[in-house]
DNA sequence: CGTTTCGATATGTATATACATAATCGTCAT
DNA sequence: ATGACGATTATGTATATACATATCGAAACG
């Protein structure tokens, strides 16, 4: 049996797929180390017995992936693995418990409308002085504390939420279809449990904790910021990721 | 001046990449809401004045990246934000100490070649026994520690690091380019550091520390568990995300 | 009244073709 | 040698066309 024919042989999805996945996994199993050239458009509609077009799409998508470089006149090369980029999934926490099948509860602290501070305008990185939505808000599984919420949402950008007690629904889930968001920035940290902190997860002051802030923007105006508090025990983020998908 | 107008009027790329970028934005600002059904790639072609291949790879990648869910008879559809995903950036920490405007230091604290033991195996969900390299090495900001580094490496996987001292060089730039992987995972935690940890980044006992472990797969074999242990206040992990790029 | 069939419609995939653009190579004149 | 220049080549983008496929809706039928 010949290169090509095994290359040609039957398989699930469209052409265009296979030529994809194949060129992929030639990529990630290493048989093309970076640097390789790889097989010019002709040559490969040649070989999978199609037109250049089917091929260029192909290879565009895998140049969009970032698993080659393409260059004009000299061809088409793996690329080196360069920045190391994680698809870090972040759930809704009542998810999160409930996938540990346990019962999940929700509870509004605190809920402060007022005028923002200059610490509010620096959180959410505001220019101008406006009302804002103080919120702290306590997340359990069964009996334990989860996670700990403090939250800011610009009542400018969302002036629905001045009318929203957030008792029977979290702000997360609530600002979720509601706000539509054009980006989001997470820092990650650990930290010392303040005694406030400490109180509100159980926990002795001092123990190590993971934070978790996230600022949402939709279209350039800020939205909210939030702070999630979990005691160490208790959360790991976890992030699985590819170079990139077939 | 009327839409079609607008639309087509002189801009920076590609046609292509216009419409991409055009309807992107319409969905990320919530002028199209989810659920809000966009133009047939028939009124499209029309509205840019190009032919229907052209619209249709536009909207196939922006059904890829998951902005539209594509029905056939019935049109295009915005989908609602699922999972929130963010892309985690995970630098070399050379250029994360130097990008600090600090000068850094690499240090080999420990080199051990042995048969891998049970929780060796766990570590890097080894299925048969083999040989594995434990390291230790330290990471310094100037003067003070940074991160400190324990690493097994498989040695069935990756034969050449049995001959590697890693005195002048880490062993993440080392492996990095040398081996293609193909899958990792992270998975992120505070920690409290026990007295090893507390000696090595030069903190007390007890205080927070936020940890990055590292499992890296190549073409299903494991390569590598590197867990990287920072002081809380030295490391803050950012990651900033859009729902989608154009 | 319910079911089946069939046509219309929108997307999915692939083709041949055309011309633009960038980069490289060889040739020729200096 | 060296530099200018045009030919060649591979990719980039767009077009018109064709047929496949899923699905909605309406008409035909038992």
Redesign the pocket.
């Known amino acids: 049996m010949s290169m090509a024919d095994t290359v040609v042989a039957e398989g699930g999805?469209?052409?265009?797929?296979r030529i994809l996945t194949d060129i992929s996994e030639k990529i990630t199993s290493g048989a093309w180390a970076p640097g390789h050239r790889i097989p010019?458009?002709?040559e490969l509609s040649v070989q999978y017995?199609?037109?250049?077009?089917?091929v260029?799409k192909a290879?565009?998508q895998l140049?969009k992936a970032g698993l080659i470089e393409?260059?004009?006149?000299?061809?088409?090369f793996v690329r080196r693995p360069q920045s190391q980029a994680a698809v870090l999934e972040i759930h809704d926490i009542r998810i999160e418990v409930e996938a540990l099948g346990l019962p999940y509860r929700y509870e509004r602290v605190m809920r402060h409308k007022r005028r923002s501070s200059a610490g509010d305008r620096a959180s959410l990185e505001l220019g101008l002085a406006g009302p804002v939505l103080a919120l702290e808000c306590g997340h359990f599984a069964g009996e334990r504390p989860f996670a700990h919420e403090q939250r800011l949402i610009n009542l400018t950008a969302v002036p629905e939420a001045a009318d929203e007690e957030f008792l029977a629904i979290a702000p997360g889930p609530w600002l979720i279809g509601r706000v539509p968001w054009s980006e989001a920035e997470h820092r990650i940290r650990a930290v010392a449990a303040d005694r406030h902190i400490a109180a509100a997860l159980d926990i002795e002051a001092g123990a190590p904790c993971l934070v978790v802030e996230r600022r949402t923007w939709s279209a350039e105006h800020p939205v909210t910021h939030v702070r999630f508090t979990y005691a160490a025990e208790s959360h790991t983020l976890v992030a699985r990721f590819r170079p990139s998908q077939g």
Request: proline content about 0%.
């Open positions: 999805g469209s052409l265009h797929q010019f458009e002709h017995n199609c037109s250049r077009m089917t260029n290879l565009s140049a393409r260059r004009r006149r000299s061809g088409s």
